[in-house]
């Protein structure tokens, strides 16, 4: 993790119930395939700063199928195909900005330009999805979302889904702009999510907030 993010959650990694995450989080490794691997479990806080974060997509659940989690919201490792909510977010980044779909679905080139990809939960039983929700990641997201309000410039909080939606309680809607939608699940994509224009979305609030565009073409 980036060494201002550790200094910024000390007081979190102090707290019983962090601890008790990661004796759950312990446990359930030596029980069962866990989903990402150790050292990809903090990827969103290891590839984006906090100085540079000017964007928050929020996701739900790491995927939980083999090899294909790696610790950013949505993405998935190299050579891996490409999940149902991953193809619906590279078909509205087509009809949004003319970017054809890439042949890998790792998005990692968003996060180191300040794009925060950020799952609720942290960690997955594998197979198992929601196997790891209510043990204490949400608590420690939730102080990073907190910290990310608290910067002193805008910043663009992308919200797709119900569940993301509720986080819009821990947000300073005056000062950071928000940007919702269903989510890119094949279930509930066209309730909303196509057709809506985030990417250029984004794009506009930042120069609104004068600070730079993101390069959303992914190589």
Same mark, same amino acid.
Request: charged share 20%; glycine share 6%.
């Given at each position: 993790?980036?060494?201002?993010?550790?200094?910024?959650?000390?007081?979190?990694?102090?707290?019983?119930?962090?601890?008790?995450?990661?004796?759950?989080?312990?446990?359930?490794?030596?029980?069962?395939?866990?989903?990402?691997?150790?050292?990809?479990?903090?990827?969103?806080?290891?590839?984006?700063?906090?100085?540079?974060?000017?964007?928050?997509?929020?996701?739900?659940?790491?995927?939980?199928?083999?090899?294909?989690?790696?610790?950013?919201?949505?993405?998935?490792?190299?050579?891996?195909?490409?999940?149902?909510?991953?193809?619906?977010?590279?078909?509205?980044?087509?009809?949004?900005?003319?970017?054809?779909?890439?042949?890998?679905?790792?998005?990692?080139?968003?996060?180191?330009?300040?794009?925060?990809?950020?799952?609720?939960?942290?960690?997955?039983?594998?197979?198992?999805?929601?196997?790891?929700?209510?043990?204490?990641?949400?608590?420690?997201?939730?102080?990073?979302?907190?910290?990310?309000?608290?910067?002193?410039?805008?910043?663009?909080?992308?919200?797709?889904?119900?569940?993301?939606?509720?986080?819009?309680?821990?947000?300073?809607?005056?000062?950071?702009?928000?940007?919702?939608?269903?989510?890119?699940?094949?279930?509930?994509?066209?309730?909303?999510?196509?057709? %809506?224009?985030?990417?250029?979305?984004?794009?506009?609030?930042?120069?609104?907030?004068?600070? %730079?565009?993101?390069?959303?073409?992914? %190589?």
């Amino acid at each position: 993790m980036q060494t201002e993010w550790s200094s910024l959650l000390q007081s979190e990694f102090e707290k019983p119930y962090f601890k008790k995450l990661q004796e759950f989080v312990t446990q359930e490794r030596r029980q069962f395939s866990v989903y990402p691997s150790p050292e990809n479990v903090m990827a969103a806080l290891e590839l984006t700063t906090y100085a540079d974060t000017r964007v928050v997509i929020l996701g739900q659940d790491p995927y939980h199928g083999v090899n294909q989690a790696h610790g950013l919201c949505f993405s998935v490792q190299r050579d891996v195909v490409h999940p149902p909510s991953l193809k619906n977010i590279f078909k509205e980044l087509q009809s949004d900005l003319k970017i054809k779909p890439p042949i890998h679905g790792n998005l990692e080139q968003w996060a180191r330009q300040g794009v925060l990809m950020l799952n609720t939960t942290l960690t997955v039983r594998a197979g198992e999805a929601g196997s790891h929700q209510g043990f204490g990641w949400e608590t420690f997201t939730d102080a990073v979302i907190r910290i990310v309000n608290n910067k002193s410039h805008p910043v663009v909080f992308v919200l797709w889904g119900a569940f993301a939606r509720k986080k819009k309680l821990l947000i300073d809607t005056t000062k950071h702009h928000i940007i919702e939608s269903a989510h890119p699940s094949p279930l509930s994509a066209h309730n909303g999510f196509t057709g %809506s224009r985030p990417f250029t979305k984004i794009n506009d609030a930042l120069t609104r907030a004068n600070l %730079s565009t993101i390069d959303w073409l992914v %190589s």
